[in-house]
C-alpha cells in the first residue's frame, strides 16, 4: 500500500467517524426503527416499536439514576455528575428525535423525560452543595422537602398539560359481554401496555379501534375500565390506535 493509497483511507475514516458524531448529536428522524435483539431477548414479549422506545427510556433513566448514586457514594467532583447528566441528556434526544415517527404520540415523552431528567440532575448537584455547607441533618431533610416539592410540581404540570383520563385500545377477542382490548403504553394516560378486559358496547369488531376511559389505581398506574366510543376503523394493534375516523 502505498503513502497516497495510506493517507487516503485515514481520510476516509476520520470523514466516516465524524458524520457518524455529527448524525449523534444532530439526529434526523430515521426510516427504520432500531434493532432491538437483547430487548426481544430479555423481555420475551410480542412488544411493538413504541413499547421498546418507552422501555429503552425507562432502562435509560433507571442506569442515569444508578450512575448518580454511584457517583454520590463514591464523593466524586460534581464535574463528574454534570458531565454524565450531559451525556445522558445527549443519549436522551437521540433516541427521542431519531425515533420520533414510531412513538404513537412524541411530546409527552419527550417533555416528560426531557424533565425528570433535569429534575434529577438539579436534585443530585444540588445535593452535593448541601453535603459541603450543611452543619446539621435538618439541611438534609429540607434539602429533601425541596426535591420532593420539585418533582410533585413537575407532575401536576405533565398532569395538566398532558394528563387524561381515557386511552386508545384495539378489539382483538369478543367473548360474549366482554371483549380483550390490546392498549399501547400511554404516558399520558399512565397506562402500561398490555391486554384488558371491558365490558362490550354495540357496533364492536375484531380490529377495530376503541376509546376507553381509565381509572387511576394507586401505585398502579390507570387500568382502562371501559369502552366509551367505537370507531368505524379496522386496524392491527401492531399500529398506532389513534383514530382515524369519527366514531358512531
Known amino acids: 500500500m502505498g503513502l497516497e493509497d495510506f493517507l487516503y483511507r485515514i481520510g476516509e475514516s476520520v470523514y466516516s467517524a465524524g458524520a457518524k458524531v455529527r448524525g449523534f448529536l444532530f439526529p434526523t428522524s430515521g426510516e427504520r426503527p432500531p434493532n432491538f435483539s437483547l430487548m426481544k431477548r430479555l423481555t420475551k414479549k410480542p412488544l411493538t416499536v413504541h413499547e421498546f422506545l418507552s422501555l429503552r427510556l425507562q432502562v435509560a433513566f433507571l442506569l442515569?439514576?444508578?450512575?448518580n448514586l454511584a457517583m454520590l457514594l463514591l464523593r466524586l467532583s460534581?464535574?463528574?455528575?454534570?458531565?454524565?447528566?450531559?451525556?445522558?441528556?445527549?443519549?436522551?434526544?437521540?433516541?427521542?428525535?431519531k425515533n420520533r415517527d414510531f412513538f404513537i404520540d412524541p411530546q409527552p415523552y419527550r417533555t416528560f423525560y426531557y424533565g425528570i431528567s433535569a429534575v434529577t440532575l438539579a436534585a443530585?448537584?444540588?445535593?452535593?452543595?448541601?453535603?459541603?455547607?450543611?452543619?446539621s441533618v435538618y439541611y438534609y431533610y429540607g434539602y429533601l422537602l425541596v426535591v420532593f416539592?420539585?418533582?410533585?410540581?413537575?407532575?401536576?404540570?405533565?398532569?395538566?398539560?398532558y394528563g387524561r383520563d381515557y386511552t386508545y385500545g384495539v378489539v382483538e377477542e369478543i367473548k360474549g359481554d366482554?371483549?380483550?382490548?390490546?392498549?399501547?403504553?400511554?404516558?399520558?394516560?399512565?397506562?402500561?401496555?398490555?391486554h384488558y378486559w371491558v365490558d362490550a358496547v354495540e357496533d364492536l369488531e375484531v380490529g377495530r379501534v376503541v376509546k376507553l376511559v381509565v381509572e387511576d389505581r394507586k401505585l398502579k398506574g390507570a387500568v382502562p375500565v371501559r369502552i366509551i366510543e367505537v370507531y368505524l376503523t379496522d386496524q392491527s394493534s401492531q399500529t398506532s390506535t389513534e383514530p382515524k375516523e369519527e366514531a358512531e
Open 64 to 67: 442515569y439514576l444508578f450512575a
Open 178 to 194: 366482554v371483549v380483550r382490548v390490546f392498549v399501547h403504553d400511554d404516558i399520558a394516560a399512565n397506562v402500561k401496555p398490555g
Open 78 to 97: 460534581p464535574i463528574w455528575i454534570a458531565a454524565v447528566g450531559a451525556a445522558y441528556v445527549v443519549y436522551l434526544r437521540y433516541t427521542l428525535l
Open 149 to 161: 416539592a420539585a418533582v410533585m410540581a413537575f407532575r401536576w404540570y405533565f398532569k395538566e398539560r
Open 124 to 135: 443530585f448537584l444540588g445535593y452535593t452543595l448541601v453535603r459541603r455547607v450543611a452543619t
